[in-house]
């Protein structure tokens, strides 16, 4: 059985400490642990503010330490959740000049996240069926900066209306965070639909969180749906860091060679773990 290799993927979505719950590696930890996959880049993320100043950060640690022996590249982006004030374009336009690549949605904080796990409350991105006036505002930020807008643990009718408006504004790198995510609950016709009718990406992660610890794995729903719409609007991401999951590097891997075993293609496995996710940090293969 072949091995598929690490070399040169992308990945979106890793969680690292510092963060407020328990995670597997550091930055500098999943840093060097990119670098001995032979990763191209990383973007962390947490639910409590920026990460791009994080990311910075580890990769003046990486020319210091690996003194330009490899293309390593770590970014970050920003997550509208209370921590920064919510739908805060002032939060937004700061991180952008810092360098953010992406800017997710509330995701903890959601609205719909509050009400899934029995909370009133929560950030509303969508209110009487129309999108909140301040997300034109956001939107016309990460058009500028030419960064990723990401629709975090928005319900599906909210992600139908947030990217309609977003495509009317004319944002074209907008990624569907883990549709499979049992918060987020997009069916697997909608998510084809949101394809066909709007261009998004689909973020299609390693495994979901349950609660209490448990992870489901995601690996045969997500080939399913690549062997369903085909590969051009995926993106082979972890949604990795947890202690209760396979280390960052392992599960890609794990992912990947599912995925081969079963009949992806090397061109497939690179337009998702590659191509895609270079395209929108508009860093090239």
Request: charged share 25%; hydrophobic share 40%; aromatic share 8%.
């Amino acid at each position: 059985m072949e091995n598929i290799s690490l070399k040169g993927i992308v990945d979106l979505h890793v969680h690292s400490h510092p963060d407020i719950r328990e995670r597997a590696y550091t930055d500098f930890e999943l840093l060097e642990a990119g670098i001995k996959a032979g990763a191209k880049a990383i973007v962390i993320k947490t639910h409590h503010g920026t990460t791009m100043d994080r990311a910075y950060l580890a990769n003046e640690y990486n020319k210091k330490v690996y003194n330009g022996s490899n293309d390593f590249v770590m970014y970050g982006g920003i997550t509208l959740n209370y921590a920064v004030g919510g739908l805060n374009p002032v939060a937004v336009e700061t991180a952008l000049k810092l360098g953010a690549k992406i800017v997710w949605l509330p995701t903890i904080h959601a609205a719909n996240q509050m009400e899934k796990f029995g909370k009133t409350g929560g950030i509303n991105c969508v209110e009487a069926g129309k999108p909140v006036p301040v997300l034109t505002e956001i939107f016309s930020l990460i058009k500028e900066y030419d960064a990723v807008l990401a629709t975090g643990h928005l319900s599906p009718e909210e992600i139908f209306i947030v990217v309609d408006h977003a495509k009317k504004m004319g944002l074209n790198k907008i990624l569907i965070n883990h549709p499979e995510f049992w918060v987020v609950g997009m069916s697997n016709e909608d998510q084809e639909r949101l394809v066909k009718e709007y261009g998004v990406y689909l973020e299609r992660c390693y495994a979901q969180p349950m609660g209490g610890g448990i992870y489901k794995s995601n690996l045969e729903d997500n080939y399913e749906l690549i062997k369903k719409i085909g590969c051009e609007n995926i993106i082979v991401n972890t949604d990795g860091g947890q202690v209760e999951n396979p280390n960052w590097e392992l599960a890609f891997a794990e992912y990947m060679q599912y995925l081969f075993d079963r009949g992806i293609t090397k061109e497939e496995l690179e337009i998702m773990t590659i191509k895609n996710p270079a395209k929108l940090l508009n860093i090239g293969k």
